[in-house]
Nanobody, 115 residues
Framework: QVQLVESGGGLVQAGGSLRLSCAASGSIRSINIMGWYRQTPGKERELVALVSSGGSTTYADSVRGRFAISRDNAKNTVFLQMNSLKPEDTAVYYC?????????WGQGTQVTVSS
C-alpha cells in the first residue's frame, strides 16, 4: 500500500505564492509518476502538473509558467510551487502517485486565493 500526505495549503491573496508538499510512504517503486490535481465543487478533478521519476514534467495550460512541479526521489516527495496565484486557482489540491497500473490519492489540501 501507498500513503500520501499533503501539506502547504492555505489562504493567500491574488498574486501571492504557496508551496505544496506531498510525502509518499509505503511500497514505492523506483519508476512512478507523481503529480497534483485539483477540484472545485461541482466540477471534475483536473490535472495540474505531473513529474516522472526521471524528471519529465507536464503542466495544464492554465498553470504553465506560473506553477513549477519538482520532486525529491530520495524522500519520495513531490512539491508544487505556485506563483502569481489567481482566484480561479482556488480548489482542493490532491497529490497523486501512479505506479504500474495503480493510482493513489492524498486526502487533499485546500488552497484559497482571495481577490
Amino acid at each position: 500500500q501507498v500513503q500520501l500526505v499533503e501539506s502547504g495549503g492555505g489562504l493567500v491573496q491574488a498574486g501571492g505564492s504557496l508551496r505544496l508538499s506531498c510525502a509518499a510512504s509505503g511500497s514505492i517503486r523506483s519508476i512512478n509518476i507523481m503529480g497534483w490535481y485539483r477540484q472545485t465543487p461541482g466540477k471534475e478533478r483536473e490535472l495540474v502538473a505531473l513529474v516522472s521519476s526521471g524528471g519529465s514534467t507536464t503542466y495544464a495550460d492554465s498553470v504553465r509558467g506560473r506553477f513549477a512541479i519538482s520532486r525529491d526521489n530520495a524522500k519520495n516527495t513531490v512539491f508544487l510551487q505556485m506563483n502569481s496565484l489567481k482566484p480561479e486557482d482556488t480548489a482542493v489540491y490532491y497529490c497523486n502517485l501512479r505506479q504500474y497500473n495503480n493510482g493513489y490519492w492524498g486526502q487533499g489540501t485546500q488552497v484559497t486565493v482571495s481577490s
